[in-house]
T-cell receptor, first 112, second 112 residues
């Protein structure tokens, strides 16, 4: 079974709006990462947040991590059409053999 | 710095054949991981190689194998292809394996 599960599975918003997606996981982690994938292409790393961190920012991206709830969220502010992509969380956990385990992804559509 | 390259980009094979995919990591990266991505199963970890040794392995049958050369380039091989092996195969390189990963564009394998 997958360590990370994203919610929602799909999201449709207007340009300029914020997009929020969540990731829940099952076991204690070393770090959690977010990736973006444009249709049928390779993944691009967005942010890595370590288990002892609670929030990180990168440009229009904000990631939070709540280890007590075993969940993380990715917020994209002021979305653009170019943000249309699938977003995946990936966890690094000792219980999973310290290999990255990806969730099912959230498909985001930003309408111009 | 050149990115991760994968060859070939597209491949069509028939059931029962075998296939070899190649991945050249970013210069200096010693870890190479392989993933299979399908609409039904999502992103699934195949294996990771670090300094020519397989360090981690996912839950795939023995038909899936890989290796890494002394220059960190990696190959994966799938023998006795099945229809269900049709997928996007992604390679990713990193310094250590469970931190930020840099993905290649993928090889789209179609098994007829």
């Amino acid at each position: 079974s997958q360590q990370g599960e994203e919610d929602p599975q799909a999201l449709s918003i207007q340009e300029g709006e914020n997009a929020t997606m969540n990731c829940s996981y099952k076991t204690s982690i070393n770090n959690l990462q977010w990736y973006r994938q444009n249709s049928g292409r390779g993944l691009v790393h967005l942010i890595l947040i370590r288990s002892n961190e609670r929030e990180k920012h990168s440009g229009r991206l904000r990631v939070t991590l709540d280890t007590s709830k075993k969940s993380s969220s990715l917020l994209i502010t002021a979305s653009r059409a170019a943000d249309t992509a699938s977003y995946f969380c990936a966890t690094d956990a000792a219980a999973a053999g310290n290999k990255l385990t990806f969730g099912g992804g959230t498909r985001v559509l930003v309408k111009p | 710095k050149a990115g991760v390259t994968q060859t070939p980009r597209y491949l069509i094979k028939t059931r029962g054949q075998q296939v070899t995919l190649s991945c050249s990591p970013i210069s200096g990266h010693r870890s190479v991981s392989w993933y299979q991505q399908t609409p039904g199963q999502g992103l699934q970890f195949l294996f990771e190689y670090f300094s020519e040794t397989q360090r981690n392995k996912g839950n795939f049958p023995g038909r899936f194998s890989g290796r890494q050369f002394s220059n960190s380039r990696s190959e994966m091989n799938v023998s006795t292809l099945e229809l269900g092996d049709s997928a996007l195969y992604l390679c990713a390189s990193s310094w250590q394996g469970n931190n930020e990963q840099f993905f290649g564009p993928g090889t789209r394998l179609t098994v007829l």
